[in-house]
């Protein structure tokens, strides 16, 4: 695992080394076993990398790396778990290749160089982003993953194109100008990140999951993102297939994943896993088990406040599979004591939560190991949000419903007094009282009046409804919610929410909240979900077999028992997060205030004050509960100030 970083101008400086050394430090954090830069003074195009040495730890994985002809220089961040077999069959074919080391690095260089860049793309199973130099075409070539695991961010800005996997190389170059897209911000509000392509600077892109981009003429030509991998198709290919009953899925995803357990589990340094005790954390860290001579390191934290604390139960679960278990119970004051911190990590607004306790086992698990496995991804590919059951069944009892009706109904909600609503569900016997009912009505109001089963959703998920109006010179544009025809034919409603999560929720936020948080402390996170063998499978398995009585993940709790007995892991599932809505009313209510106050919301002219000096009241007196919403402003904040301090 490494972080790159580099530059293409038109104007040459022999001070383009210190330059590149500059970005480089910059993203240290990625990389601080080694460096490395390479500057083509005639073509003005300049690398960097740092490395966090994991597979042939010797001088032989240093980077940038040369191809043996010295026409292609590649600088990359990743992992490449099929490597052995492509030396392999780079060898049958007739390739002569005197390999210097075993790193991954040395295998990709030399699949670019024989197959050229996307055939190599299409025969990887990895982890990566890289950027490619070809000498001879004079092509600066930007890859990154199928599902986007590693980051990768380019643009021109002034004169220079600039690359990198962190805002923070790219802020690092002497001739940076960074001026703040609205538009960026607007998706923010909505979304709580900020989506790809945009990034929150003008100019600035991430590179989507999946694509490349190919730059010449010193910067000043980027070609559109092509895709080589198009999880479109292979949703509605899945679908489509009629399903064969006779197929054991079970058995088949048995395989399949302990094999994705284990590609990931190679390399020269320790190794652990992060175990929550859920159902995807459980299944990853059995599979290693499985596999392993010696008990796996496994990680969790724990938090004192009622409902916050999964600790317990991956205690439960280390002990029955006996892995070698670190548990960290953390005190509120030290999980708030990382919230000064989370702008520099994260690098643009970013107001997941969840990131607090992401840091924090991070943290603790580098104490002991420089990889660790994870689970995310079972979500998306076998049923589990909450969301793919009681936002489903809302939109089927919607979607009976009239639509001048549920326009009419909308209008109401919006306007009746909560209080007397309030009122009368307080004396109701308590097993027909509706928890949090003034929060959950304006919700209801929204999503009735939605017409589309992408417009319902994107509703559903969205934090701020209207954050075009609350952002001042906000534009909101449109993202796949909003575009129909860019999404594929799928059966339901269950089908879409998991392919919108695919391609929007699980690399701008989850991935990225596990990238910059493993790797501000310097460990590699691993994902054998998303093995994109795992991913196209998932998409052939039936409905049926995701989503069975009520329950999401059926096929996945098969699998998980072979390993681990029922009574383990069945229980109301338990996000992992932490209570930002009494800190906010507590210990943090000073820190937000201050960030908030209507003086500075009005100089900084990027909010508007009003609604947000209104949910900041009624959040602190206890009459609503806005925390997700005043998150999101504060997170930006805290950026801002990182920015102009």
Request: with cysteine; charged share 25%.
């Amino acid at each position: 695992m490494c972080g790159i970083a580099g530059f293409m101008s038109s104007k040459s400086r022999n001070s383009y080394t210190v330059v590149l050394e500059r970005m480089a430090v910059a993203i240290s954090h990625r990389g601080p076993d080694d460096s490395g830069v390479w500057f083509d003074e005639e073509a003005g195009v300049g690398l960097a990398h740092r490395r966090l040495a994991v597979l042939d730890l010797t001088s032989a994985g240093r980077q940038p790396m040369i191809s043996p002809c010295g026409r292609f220089v590649l600088v990359y961040n990743g992992e490449i778990y099929n490597h052995i077999e492509l030396r392999k069959e780079l060898e049958e074919e007739g390739g002569h290749f005197e390999w210097q080391g075993h790193s991954d690095t040395e295998t990709l260089l030399a699949a670019l160089r024989h197959w050229g860049v996307e055939k190599a793309l299409t025969r990887l199973n990895g982890m990566f982003s890289f950027a490619l130099w070809d000498k001879v075409e004079r092509k600066l070539f930007l890859a990154r993953d199928r599902l986007g695991e590693k980051p990768l961010y380019y643009g021109r800005n002034g004169s220079k194109f600039l690359f990198g996997s962190e805002l923070k190389s790219l802020t690092a170059h002497p001739d940076w100008q960074g001026d703040i897209d609205r538009e960026a911000l607007t998706l923010y509000m909505r979304h709580n990140y900020v989506p790809a392509p945009w990034s929150i600077y003008k100019g600035i892109r991430k590179l989507p999951a999946a694509h490349y981009v190919v730059i010449q003429e010193a910067g000043q030509e980027i070609s559109e993102p092509k895709c080589y991998w198009n999880l479109r198709q292979i949703a509605e290919a899945g679908v489509a297939n009629d399903k064969d009953v006779s197929v054991d899925f079970e058995e088949e995803l048995d395989v399949l994943l302990r094999d994705a357990v284990l590609r990931r589990m190679a390399a020269d340094v320790p190794l652990g896993a992060f175990l929550s005790g859920g159902i995807d954390s459980t299944t990853i860290t059995a599979m290693m088990q499985d596999q392993s001579l010696r008990p796996v390191k496994t990680f969790s934290i724990g938090f004192h406040e009622k409902g916050y604390n999964e600790a317990v139960h991956a205690k439960a679960v280390a002990k029955h599979l006996g892995t070698d278990h670190t548990e960290l119970y953390v005190t509120p004051e030290e999980a708030r004591s990382v919230i000064p911190s989370l702008s520099s990590i994260w690098d643009e607004p970013f107001s997941d939560s969840s990131q607090i306790p992401t840091l924090l086992v991070c943290s603790l698990a580098k104490e002991h190991v420089t990889v660790c496995l994870s689970g995310d991804g079972g979500d998306e590919l076998f049923c589990g949000y909450e969301r793919y059951t009681q936002g489903y069944q809302m939109w089927e009892k919607l979607r009976l419903l009239p639509q001048p009706f549920r326009q009419l109904l909308g209008c109401l909600l919006h306007v009746v007094p909560i209080a007397p609503l309030e009122f009368l569900n307080a004396i109701l016997p308590k097993h027909f009282q509706i928890p949090h009912l003034a929060d959950r009505l304006p919700k209801l109001a929204a999503v009735i009046k939605e017409r589309t089963v992408e417009s319902y959703y994107h509703t559903l998920v969205s934090h701020w409804k209207d954050p075009a109006a609350l952002v001042q010179g906000g534009v909101e544009s449109d993202t796949l919610f909003n575009s129909a025809e860019s999404l594929p034919k799928l059966e339901g409603l269950r089908e879409i929410m998991m392919y919108l999560d695919s391609v929007t929720y699980l690399p701008d936020d989850i991935l990225t909240k596990v990238d910059r948080a493993s790797m501000a402390v310097s460990l590699e996170a691993r994902v054998p979900f998303l093995d994109h063998r795992v991913v196209e499978f998932s998409w052939k398995v039936p409905m049926s077999l995701k989503f069975r009585d009520g329950q999401g993940k059926w096929l996945l709790r098969q699998v998980l028992y072979r390993y681990v007995p029922r009574d383990l892991i069945e229980r109301p599932k338990m996000g992992f997060g932490v209570p930002i809505e009494q800190w906010l009313r507590g210990p943090l209510m000073d820190w937000a205030e201050a960030l908030l106050d209507e003086k500075r919301l009005r100089e900084e002219s990027f909010f508007d004050p009003k609604p947000i000096r209104r949910m900041w009241h009624e959040h602190i007196t206890g009459r609503r509960r806005w925390h997700y919403y005043l998150w999101d402003v504060l997170m930006f904040q805290t950026w801002l100030e990182t920015q102009v301090g």
